[in-house]
């Protein structure tokens, strides 16, 4: 009998300890894939200040980078924070689950649980909601500004468009905008695809009075060159604007100028699957020196690009990749 209830006792401890050690190394890795996209932002923001002092760094999702953990209530990440600039969000009141529908409750405040820990921080925060009912593009930029946001209700999830609506820009006006804090409203519009040419989408940019325009280096294939921001940096009514350029950093996108096509049958080591989501887009491994090399650090690197043609700053897109290796 105590023979039989020492090995139970044994076996329940051992279980115990086998299911600790996986919880251990679960949040381990949990906090290095997190470290490691923070590492890299960090990397992106100096060496892009180090070319242009004034040089906004914005980040889009992966909002848990803000505390060392990645939990609400953790310890404030600081050397992250002094990295950037502003946080880009999306889906935070419409489109998490569908376009034009509310976001869950637990989701909405999960985010902003974060995102007012980057505000604190005289963060930015851009919020893109994914809605294009009028009453939920007027609730979101209600919404958005009660919680001290700057939004974009974006009617196509392609962000290839002007939406229509409202007439009036949220929040129009004739100030000067030369830093984040200032922006009260902006576009997002990095798909050219509904632009047959380069001088219709410039046009359809020049003829806004939005504060801030978050677009793509390229229309199409072709990178926009200085001489083209120059037609845009000023709003319609004369005023300048920020003008902030695209670039994903968690996935490598087939269509960009730095694809191999030996890639397609041989990729690299650093790449891993396709987004099933989005087709053409594939995991990184985002913290691999090769593949780092292509987004900074170099005159060829895409960074570099972003900043010869004149950009104010760089819009990063799927910080969140360390979600997919968690």
């Known amino acids: 009998m105590k023979k039989a209830l020492l090995l139970s006792l044994i076996t329940t401890i051992t279980l115990f300890t086998s299911c600790r050690k996986d919880h251990i190394e679960e949040e381990t ?20 200040k180090a070319n242009q002092n004034d040089f906004f760094i914005i980040p889009q999702n992966g909002i848990e980078l803000v505390t060392t953990s ?30 034009d529908e509310p976001t869950p409750s637990v989701d909405n405040q999960y985010l902003k649980s974060f ?30 500004q009660q919680n001290g946001y700057i939004s974009f209700a974006a009617d196509h999830r392609e962000l290839d468009n002007v939406p229509s609506f409202p007439s009036s820009i949220h929040n129009e ?19 050219p695809d509904g632009f047959a040419f380069k001088s219709q989408y410039l046009n359809a940019i020049a003829n806004t009075n939005y504060d ?23 709003k319609a009514n004369g005023a ?20 191999n096509s030996d890639w397609n049958t041989n990729p690299p080591a650093w790449m891993d699957g396709e987004n ?33 043609a004149g950009f104010d700053g760089v819009y990063l897109d799927i910080i969140d990749a360390f979600d997919y290796y968690e």
């Open 276 to 308: 099933p989501d989005w087709e053409g887009n594939f995991k990184v491994k985002y913290w691999d020196p090769e593949w780092q090399a292509i987004i900074f650090g170099n005159q060829e690197s895409y960074l570099k690009k972003i900043v010869d």
């Open 173 to 191: 006006n004739t100030n000067t905008i030369s830093q984040l804090s200032q922006v009260q409203n902006f576009l997002y519009l990095i798909s």
């Open 212 to 234: 801030l325009v978050i677009m793509d280096l390229f229309f199409h294939d072709i990178a926009l060159t200085e001489e083209d921001l120059n037609t845009i940096k000023t």
């Open 70 to 99: 990645g939990e609400a209530d953790g310890e404030v990440n600081i050397p992250y924070l002094n990295a950037i600039d502003g946080h880009g969000q999306e889906d935070l009141f419409y489109g998490y689950d569908n376009d």
């Open 29 to 48: 890795a949990d906090i290095v894939y997190k470290e490691r996209m923070r590492t890299f932002v960090i990397g992106i923001s100096d060496y892009a």
């Open 115 to 144: 995102l007012d820990v980057s505000k604190a921080y005289e963060n930015t925060i851009l919020v893109t909601d994914y809605c294009f009912t009028i009453s939920h593009m007027e609730d979101s930029y209600t919404v958005n």
């Open 240 to 259: 300048d604007r920020l003008l902030i350029s695209y670039m994903s950093i968690g996935e490598a996108e087939d269509y960009r100028y730095y694809w």
